[in-house]
């Protein structure tokens, strides 16, 4: 099964969108697909035909439990049927709920909870397709551990472009401490090539972010805002729209680039280094003026055995620490100033033997 997770902390660029029709468009090709929805809002699940709060069950039934509970191998009860070969694992309200109540708790294996439940369905499905709610909180970040591959849907407006830069920024760093090879691509979407602008942005984004860019472009159309309507994916009623054209283009582009051939240029800092792993980690905080890392790899030594890079970024300092480091999993934390902190932005994090907490680091 190939798992891709739909990301953009901005909303209204098309990931539901993008979710529910790049999931049709795989499923008229003959694959089995399930669409994940991620999102208390709950739209994949509107724009597929099923009312939340009509169903008795949702993902909430399958993630509010702790990894290595029976919970996982719910999934398949809580699953919906839109077609022979389009599944839905739906959501609901709730799902705000167990976001808080993850983030409150600092729950243990707290971002593997979608991990293990996809497992338990990875034999029936070719491709699992994950909508995300517009923020990288913890729901987010349980898609992005599950992935292998992110799709990032960018219309093509100079704000979008900015956030989005933030945003690869984070995926490459959460991919660096996870050890995984996510694939990061950018889906220009809401395209309009009627205007100058549209297109002198979308000239610029392909500039930008080069390789990471597909070829294929979303064109604005109606007739996607039609298909949410309806509760159906666009290529079940308008098989000659640009919606359907445009989304079979972009699964055909994915079924030609499968994940072992991008992993090589995936942006992850991470390269392969004799037998070890080269992994930068990077601390940014704009008051700190001396920044090291400490963990098992250095026998807690700060900054012994790392190489150590300042730069600035606008009034902030950016610190990034290259450590070379053969697969396994360690612990660290900073020291800023001298104080032993753990990283802010790694959810990963365990109780330190002297209090406080490690962060954990898996080289994979
Ligand atoms: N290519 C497109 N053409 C026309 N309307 C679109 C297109 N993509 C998305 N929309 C519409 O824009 C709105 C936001 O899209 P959506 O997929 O829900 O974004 P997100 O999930 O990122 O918030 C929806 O009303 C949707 O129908
Ligand atoms: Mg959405």
């Known amino acids: 099964m190939r798992t891709l997770a739909i990301v953009n902390q901005k909303g209204g660029c098309g990931k539901t969108t993008t979710a529910v029709n790049l999931a049709g468009a795989l499923a008229a090709d003959g694959h089995r697909v399930l669409v994940v929805d991620m999102d208390p809002q709950a739209h994949a699940t509107l724009a597929l035909g099923f009312d939340p709060e009509a169903l008795d069950e949702n993902l909430y039934e399958v993630l509010a439990e702790p990894v290595g509970s029976p919970a996982a191998g719910r999934l398949s009860d809580v699953l919906q049927r839109w077609s022979e070969g389009l599944h839905l694992a739906p959501s609901g309200i709730v799902l705000s709920a167990l976001e808080q109540k993850l983030t409150a708790e600092r729950a243990e294996r707290r971002t593997e909870r979608l991990e293990a439940a996809l497992a338990t369905v990875h034999q029936d499905y070719d491709y699992a397709v994950i909508d995300c709610p517009p923020n990288v909180g913890v729901l987010t970040f349980n898609a992005l551990r599950a992935a292998q591959e992110v799709i990032v849907p960018l219309e093509p407006s100079d704000f979008a472009i900015h956030g989005v830069q933030k945003l690869l920024e984070t995926v490459a760093l959460l991919s660096d401490r996870i050890g995984s090879d996510l694939s990061v691509r950018i889906l220009p979407t809401l395209y309009d090539g009627r205007t100058r602008y549209a297109r002198d942005t979308l000239a610029e984004i392909r500039e930008l972010f080069g390789n990471l860019c597909f070829d294929t472009v979303i064109r604005s159309n109606v007739k996607l805002r039609e298909a949410v309507r309806r509760g159906q994916p666009i290529c079940s009623f308008a098989r000659k729209a640009n919606g359907t054209l445009d989304y079979a283009a972009l699964a055909l582009e994915l079924s030609l680039a499968p994940p072992a051939e991008l992993a090589a240029d995936a942006t992850a800092n991470a390269a392969l280094v004799g037998g070890d792993r080269e992994i930068a980690m990077r601390y940014r905080d704009p008051g700190a003026t001396d920044v090291r890392i400490a963990g098992d790899f ?29 697969p396994g999993t360690y612990h660290y934390r900073y020291v800023v100033d001298g104080e032993w902190r753990e990283d802010p932005d790694n959810p990963n994090a365990v109780p330190g033997p002297v209090g406080g907490r490690n962060s954990v680091l898996v080289v994979r």
């Not at 606008?314 to 290259?322: A, M, N, P, Q, Y």
């Open 298 to 326: 250095n026998g807690w030594v700060p900054d012994k055995d790392v190489q150590s890079l300042v730069q600035a970024e606008g009034s902030e300092r950016v610190w990034t620490k290259l450590l070379n480091l053969p």
